[in-house]
């Protein structure tokens, strides 16, 4: 079975900082899916960014970006120019290519201060 | 991206009792999965819930505790039957968002549920 683990329970940012959130996931698959998402106090799921397995290339979206190391099975997230909005707990999120459920980690609750 | 509207958003129940949480989607999808989240906690998944066959639950959790009904691609309940307190948790409902090759989970807003 997959595992997913997020080994900072909390983190804090200075506003307009950067920011890095860890996740390594244990899986024997080649095909699969990898998410960070993104609960802030209003309990709102969403996603932030996706990773395919099979690209090399790191996904981006705005000011969110990920380090995908497919041998060592990491991925982590990390936030530039940081805002108040980020503050919330954030999930990372593994899902195979061929099941539509994910296992989910234990969340990093980030804290942004001004 | 698919909109999921979810039912009710809390509830505070009396122990024995039953309530159904209802996720209406805004587009067809094949399967939608529901989970729970203790606050401030990780999300474990309860069912897969699949239009025209039975759900598949995962391990620790039976049909007879969490029935759910899947009538057609773009609804789904899920009953808490004969709660306990600590059945008090957040439940979620989701589903694989396709749009633009968007291959991550859209999530319903949630349901608080506190039983008492």
């Known amino acids: 079975a997959q595992t997913v683990t997020q080994s900072q329970p909390e983190m804090s940012v200075q506003e307009a900082e950067t920011v890095t959130l860890s996740c390594t996931y244990d899986t024997s698959e080649s095909d699969y899916y990898l998410f960070w998402y993104k609960q802030p106090p209003s309990r709102q799921m969403i996603l932030v960014i996706r990773q395919e397995a099979y690209k090399q290339q790191n996904a981006t979206e705005n000011r969110f970006s990920v380090n995908f190391q497919k041998a060592a099975k990491s991925f982590s997230l990390k936030i530039s120019d940081s805002q108040l909005g980020d503050a919330a707990m954030y999930f990372c999120?593994?899902?195979?290519?061929?099941?539509?459920?994910?296992?989910f980690g234990d969340g990093t609750t980030l804290t942004v201060k001004p | 991206s698919a909109v999921i509207s979810q039912k009710p958003s809390r509830d505070i129940c009396q122990r024995g009792t039953s309530l159904t949480i209802q996720c209406q989607v805004d587009s067809q999808v094949t399967m939608m999965f529901w989970y729970r989240q203790q606050p401030g906690q990780s999300l474990t998944l309860i069912a897969t819930a699949n239009q025209g066959s039975e759900a598949t639950y995962e391990s620790g959790f039976v049909i007879d505790k969490f029935p759910i009904s899947r009538p057609n691609l773009t609804f789904s309940t899920l009953t808490v039957s004969n709660m306990s307190p600590e059945d008090s948790s957040i439940y979620l409902c989701?589903?694989?968002?396709?749009?633009?090759?968007?291959?991550?989970?859209?999530f319903g807003s949630g349901t608080r549920l506190t039983v008492v």
């Open positions: 989701s589903v694989v968002d396709r749009t633009r090759g968007n291959y991550g989970y859209t």
């Open positions: 999120a593994y899902r195979s290519a061929n099941a539509g459920k994910s296992t």
